[in-house]
């Protein structure tokens, strides 16, 4: 193993894993709560 393609492969994978955490993020909250306004869905920001 080179320590360049060691980084590479690290690289991809927390890349992957920030892709992920953010589509379960998105999926997670269907809406966004504003304590003055009505609640703001995410396809509108």
Known sequence: WSYARQLA??????????REH?????ERAAYVGRP???PLAPSSR
């Open 9 to 18: 492969l690290v690289a991809r994978n927390l890349l992957q894993a920030i």
């Open 36 to 38: 003055s306004l009505p």
């Open 22 to 26: 953010r589509g379960a993020a998105l």
